[in-house]
């Protein structure tokens, strides 16, 4: 602190202002009273649009290490943790309102891809990545993505000048080119070549409005039936067994609710995004079984435009079942004058950050919404329409007998 003291005196920073009182108005309270049984915020929601200006405009009051970093504190083995502190650093900032936020700085520009030797589990977080993923999100009607935006940060006043965390005060230092610069604390992962740098002190991120918390609004969290294999070899029963879903099936509560419906629909979103890290799920408590489920992290979706991965569609394909309101969203999102690509664009230019995705990122999802398109017609094909498309409130029905017929 003291080291800290004398820096702030050097540089002659300046106090933040003084924070505001708590306001029942407050954007991000409105937005947590908003949260329903169908999504996150109603289609048209006033408190959502004032939530990204404040989460773009107010000034931070603290900053600090997420609870992710903080558990890997001190405890940073390969053989433990897949996915190194260094790698995926994050923040929760507080601004002004008292609202907090989620900031991911950018790891990578957008022009960049993921190199296709790289593992799903090890990939770079990209903040452009959060920001597309809410906008997509809210296209598609889902509603489950919380409320994200970009921001130039000043690292040196809105976070290290307002943190009161000695281990991120501590790895802040000034580069060789003039910038201001942090990393994540980690034992092994304590190297400038994983730090994230200001331009000379300004850089860009996402911000990702926290939900209400666990006491005042419990969720659980749920392993994925589609959980992808975290290790260099091996694969998962899905991966190899077509029939996989009837195994799905008979378990609660994809038994008898329409959780399996929100799981394709979460499939269907990660499938346009190029997501494979979904390996768990979260979801309210309150609103039961048949509650929507949220989309979160979404940081490593986006990363590679000429590729896509088909089967991250596993649970559409194998199940063969579909939402009849989904459907009709992508049918119309296929339309040329309401082409997905086209939308997200317009969407995109109203954040702060814009051009937020590469054109080949934006044509990639027209390409992909085809994808999606064929499998469903594949599947009326082969089980009917009646049985493949249904209403949220209708009991899924079980293809099983003639499941295999997809795969000859």
């Known amino acids: ?175 060789p080119a003039g910038n201001v610069c942090f990393f994540a604390k980690c034992p092994y992962m304590c190297k400038t070549e994983y730090a994230v740098c200001g331009n000379p002190h300004l850089l860009e991120g996402s911000l990702s409005a926290f939900l209400p918390s666990l006491n005042l609004a419990p969720r659980l969290s749920i392993p994925n039936p589609w959980i992808r294999s975290y290790s260099f070899e091996g694969k998962e029963e899905w991966e190899v067994n077509p029939l996989y879903c009837n195994t799905v099936r008979e378990i609660y509560p994809y038994s008898n609710s329409n959780r399996l419906l929100n799981i394709v629909d979460m499939a269907i979103f990660d499938f346009l995004i190029g997501n494979m890290d979904r390996h768990h799920y979260e979801m309210f408590t309150k609103f039961g079984d048949d509650g929507f489920l949220l989309h979160l992290d979404n940081a490593r979706g986006f990363g590679r435009h000429s590729h896509d991965e088909i089967s991250i569609l596993a649970p559409l394909s194998q199940c063969c079942i579909i939402k009849r309101s989904t459907l009709l969203r992508l049918q119309l999102l296929a339309e040329p004058e309401y082409r997905l690509s086209d939308v997200m664009r317009e969407s995109l230019l109203q954040d702060p950050l814009a051009p937020v995705l590469t054109e080949p990122h934006l044509l990639a999802l027209d390409r992909r919404l085809q994808l999606i398109l064929a499998a469903v017609g594949k599947c009326i094909d082969t089980f009917g329409e009646a049985t493949v498309v249904v209403n949220e409130t209708a009991q899924p029905q079980s293809p099983a007998a003639h499941r295999a017929k997809l795969d000859t």
């Open 1 to 175: 602190s003291r080291r800290h003291k004398q820096y702030r005196e050097e540089l002659n920073l300046t106090s933040p202002a003084a924070p505001l009182p708590l306001r029942p108005e407050a954007s991000w309270l409105q937005f947590h009273l908003g949260i329903g049984r169908d999504g996150l915020y109603p289609r048209h929601s006033a408190a959502v649009t004032r939530l990204l200006r404040d989460m773009r405009e107010l000034p931070t009051v603290s900053a600090d290490y997420s609870q992710d970093e903080k558990a890997l504190l001190g405890a940073c083995d390969c053989s433990q943790i897949v996915k190194p502190s260094g790698v995926h650093l994050k923040l929760v900032l507080r601004l002004q309102d008292f609202g907090k936020a989620m900031f991911k700085p950018m790891r990578q520009k957008r022009e960049e891809e993921t190199p296709e030797d790289f593992f799903y589990f090890v990939d770079f977080q990209r903040h452009n990545a959060e920001i597309a993923a809410f906008h997509l999100d809210r296209i598609l009607d889902f509603r489950r993505v919380p409320p994200t935006v970009g921001r130039l940060i000043n690292v040196t006043k809105e976070i290290l000048e307002v943190t009161k965390n000695e281990v991120l005060q501590s790895v802040f230092f000034v580069s």
